[in-house]
Each structure stands twice: as structure tokens, then as C-alpha cells.
């Protein structure tokens, strides 16, 4: 298959791309996937030392076959926005500290679909285990939680490894202390049955996004910039199953003034240890549940001893529980407003979904937003990216090819992977001397050929001698010229194949 030609002359470079046509978007719930990087393998080091060296692989336990990495396929209806994705990042992943190992998340006849008009039901959905939505770079979002809770019966923990169930459910296990040992530098790790996920800010996406992010190439780790004080508006870095946008956690002081300072958005929970009129349970004890908590649990204070989770120790620090965090506004506090409450003055941005609303870039005339919280430090802070309930109803999941096809008028914005067209790279021809070297970005594991001629208006092209197979997403054939005997060269660029990789869901 021919995929494009470009006209080289020796004396000048004229440069034409035909049968490409670039469209722009201003949706964001399109325009805002990041799909550069659909054309790459995804990689993931498999162990501390091949990080260290930047050693990466594309096969692995349980993926035998390479496959490409992130959103490969946007479909839209006035109705319905539908992905199809790998679920595996464009960044290299790994390694963990546990067994389980990522894989294409694709099936045969699978989509996944967020709504194009959120609605705000009266009563909130609490979330659940395993997607509640998914980073621009394909990467699943779970909440909280790691689906396991403090069992009073066996005073300890339930864990993948005790033995004694899933636990009560009263005193939830927070992902971010209890799994952080298993995180990637990335911050994200993968589940059994391999879908790679974030609980907390998803500090990998948000550096390829440009969201104040710092990567040191030689330790490979990613790093709050907490040198600047003067701020960018975070970007979209993902959407949840409501069909609210997930912000990174930068925003607008002012949520109706876009002129107005950026700066960090603040968490609407505090722990409880004693200020802000929390209670202490460092004294008392954990006998009690925070408002939220009671709500979701339907329980009420107070709670009875076989309900009581454990005394607050280096063991089970203050934090390792979901419900060692109180909600500010359940105490007297009110959000986007400087309050003094119980003697402690404070400004928090988000509601208890973790939610406000507020003008951004993407959406000049106001939205309902999530904002992912961290620190002032850099560091997560609960509830992360989203709190117990969606504020939205979260009507987006897992669907099918089917449904979507019968979805009309369905309209395709992106495909990409191997349906990707191949272009030239920024810098496409070079000439030193008698050499010339021509770059293309290409599709991973595609095979290329390169044909010259002497003369556009003849059938005849001969192949340079040798193929080539992109390394990572690039290509680059190198040609010998004499200007005397051939003043003027043309070449072409043929796909004229492709690697067998994982297409399982494409």
C-alpha cells in the first residue's frame, strides 16, 4: 500500500503531503484523549534493575505479543462518546512490587462509552471497584479504596493475603498507603486480571500533558515542580463515568473568573486528628465514622464495639483508613469560602465529591469538574480524584461494537494504531554532502520501503536497496546522490507490512 510521496530536489527541497486532511475540534470530550502515542508499542520495565538501565519491554508474561499503547479509536453519536483502548500506557510502566502483570484490556467486541450530557441526579451513586472512569492516555481511574477492610472478628486487616474474606466493610483500607509499595513511578499499578489503574493523581499523564510535572531521565521518576509558584490551568487529564471532566490540581482561584491567580485547588477533607473539630482518634479511638462515612454505610454513631476499627498506631497510622478523613463542610465549613469554624480558619475549593463548578480553558462558559488533589507538597491527597459518590449519574461502562454501530448518526473523530497515516517528521529531509537521510513517523513494527525516481511523470520507481522496520515510532532511510549525473531525485514511501502484535479489541 502506498502510503504517501514527497518530491526531493537536489537543488531545492519541495516538500507536498497529499491525502491528508487535518480537522479541528474544539470539543473537548473528543480533542481532549491523548492519542499521540497510539503508533508505539507499549512497554513496561520488568524489573528495578532494566529501569535503572532503560531497558524496556514489549512482550511480557501474559501479553506474548506486543500491542500499542492507550485510546486507538474515538467514536461519537449526539448521545454517546465511545473509546476502544488498550488500557496500557504511553509511558513506560513498571515495575511493581507484586505478581500481577498489565495486558490489553481489549475484547473482541467491546467499547467503552461516557455520556455527551452529564445529568445530576437528586440521590448520588456511590462509586465501586474497577473503572469509574479513564485517563486521556487510556490508563483506567479507581477510587479509593483497595477492597479491603478491617476485620474485628480476626483483629487485623483483610488483605489479598490473610485469608479471612474482604473484611467488614466499616473501616475501608485507603489504596494510597495500604498499595503505594506496589505502585509504579507513575503512580498507577495493575490488577489481576491485568487492567493497569490509578488511584491517586496520575502523575505520569499529567507530565506528558505538561501539568507541572518534572521526570528526571536517570532515576526515571516523576516529581511535583514545587519550585514554581506561578501556575498553568491544569488540563483535562481525564473523564469520569458521570461524564465530568478530571482536571489535574491546578485551577482558577476565582471558579467564575478566568483571570483570576491559578493556583493549587484545596481538598474538602482534613484527617482526624483533633483540628479543624474533627475528632481525635489518636485519643479516642476509631469508634466513630465521619459523616460521609455514615451516610454510605447507613450507620449511625455510635458505633458498637464490634464495629470499632483499630487504636491509631505505626501499624495502622492515622490515614491508612478512608474514614480517618472528616469532610470540612460536614463541620460547619463552607466551600469557596474563607470560614473560621471551632477556632481554625480555612479556604477548601472542593465539595465532598470532590467537585466544583467552575470556568476552565476547555470550558470558558462553566462546568461541574473533578480536580485531582495532592499536597502542598506534591504529594496525593485524599480523595485523590474522586470522592465516595460521583456527583453526576454514571451512566458510561462497558459496551459494545453493536450497540455503538446502531448508534446514529455515529460519526468517527480518531483511529489510529496500525489505521494511523504515516507523516514526516518535523525535520523530514537533511543533506549532508552526497548523503541524504529521510524521517518519517511511523507505526511501530511497520516495514517500510523506499523508491526513488528521476522523473514524477514517469511509472517507473526503483527501490532503494533494503527495508526498513520502524524502531519505536520512527523511521529513517538513508540515500547516496551524485548532483551531476542526477540533478533532481523523488522518493516514495511504501508501508509493505506490518509485525504481528495483540489486536484483540481493534
Known amino acids: 500500500m502506498s502510503i504517501f510521496h514527497k518530491g526531493l530536489a537536489l537543488s531545492y527541497i519541495s516538500l507536498v503531503l497529499l491525502g491528508l486532511e487535518t480537522v479541528l475540534h474544539a470539543d473537548p470530550q473528543l480533542s481532549s484523549w491523548f492519542t499521540e502515542a497510539s503508533t508505539k508499542y507499549a512497554q513496561i520495565y520488568k524489573t528495578a534493575a532494566d529501569r ?35 488500557g496500557l500506557a504511553p509511558y513506560v510502566m513498571g515495575p511493581w512490587d507484586n505478581p500481577n502483570l498489565p495486558k490489553n484490556q481489549g475484547t473482541a467486541n467491546g467499547v467503552y462509552r461516557f455520556p455527551r450530557t452529564p445529568t445530576f441526579p437528586t440521590g448520588k451513586t456511590l462509586t465501586g471497584m474497577g473503572s469509574i472512569g479513564f485517563l486521556v492516555d487510556g490508563v483506567s481511574i479507581y477510587n479509593t479504596a483497595d477492597g479491603f477492610s478491617y476485620s474485628y472478628a480476626n483483629s487485623k486487616d483483610a488483605s489479598p493475603v490473610a485469608g479471612i474474606g474482604p ?31 490509578a488511584h491517586v493523581t496520575a502523575i505520569g499523564v499529567r507530565y506528558l500533558l505538561g501539568d507541572n510535572v518534572l521526570y528526571n531521565d536517570s532515576t526515571k521518576q516523576y516529581s511535583e515542580n514545587t519550585s514554581t509558584t506561578v501556575f498553568q490551568h491544569s488540563p483535562i487529564i481525564g473523564w469520569i463515568n458521570d461524564g465530568l471532566p478530571l482536571y489535574g490540581p491546578y485551577g482558577y482561584s476565582d471558579p467564575l473568573d478566568t483571570a483570576s491567580p491559578v493556583r493549587r485547588m484545596i481538598s474538602g477533607y482534613v484527617q482526624r486528628d483533633g483540628t479543624y473539630g474533627t475528632a481525635n482518634l489518636a485519643i479516642s479511638g476509631r469508634t466513630s465514622l465521619p459523616k460521609w462515612a455514615q451516610q454510605s454505610q447507613g450507620k449511625i454513631n455510635p458505633l458498637t464495639a464490634s464495629q470499632y476499627g483499630p487504636p491509631v498506631s505505626t501499624t495502622y497510622e492515622l490515614g491508612h483508613f478512608s474514614e480517618d478523613y472528616d469532610y470540612l463542610g460536614d463541620l460547619g465549613y463552607t466551600q469557596g469560602v474563607t470560614s473560621t469554624v471551632n477556632g481554625y480558619t480555612i479556604r477548601f475549593d472542593l465539595n465532598q465529591y470532590n467537585v466544583r463548578y467552575c470556568k476552565t480553558p476547555e470550558f470558558p462558559n462553566g462546568t461541574w469538574a473533578y480536580f485531582t488533589t495532592i499536597t502542598e507538597g506534591g504529594k496525593p491527597w485524599f480523595p485523590y480524584n474522586v470522592g465516595r459518590w460521583y456527583y453526576g449519574s454514571p451512566t458510561a461502562g462497558n459496551s459494545t461494537t453493536t450497540t455503538m454501530n446502531a448508534d446514529t ?34 507505526v511501530e513494527g511497520g516495514t517500510y520501503q523506499v523508491s526513488i525516481s528521476t522523473d514524477l511523470s514517469s511509472s517507473t520507481w526503483t527501490p532503494l536497496s533494503g527495508t526498513v522496520t520502524a524502531a519505536t515510532n520512527k523511521g529513517e532511510k538513508t540515500d547516496t546522490v551524485n548532483t551531476v549525473t542526477t540533478p533532481k531525485k523523488f522518493y516514495k514511501l511504501t508501508r509493505t507490512g506490518m509485525a504481528t502484535y495483540d489486536n484483540v479489541g481493534y
Open 52 to 86: 535503572t538501565a532503560g531497558i524496556s519491554s514489549t512482550t511480557w508474561t501474559g501479553q506474548i505479543l506486543p500491542t500499542y499503547a492507550g485510546v486507538h479509536e474515538i467514536n461519537y453519536s449526539p448521545t454517546w462518546i465511545y473509546i476502544k483502548n488498550t
Open 167 to 197: 473484611g467488614d466493610g466499616i473501616w475501608n483500607r485507603d489504596a494510597w498507603p495500604n498499595e503505594k509499595i506496589s505502585f509504579d513511578y507513575a503512580l498507577n499499578h495493575p490488577q489481576p486480571s491485568g487492567q493497569y489503574h
Open 409 to 442: 448518526p455515529l460519526t468517527q473523530h480518531y483511529k489510529g494504531a496500525t489505521s494511523t497515516s504515516e507523516t514526516w517528521n518535523s525535520t523530514p529531509v537533511t543533506v549532508s554532502g552526497s548523503t541524504v537521510t529521510l524521517k518519517w513517523n511511523a
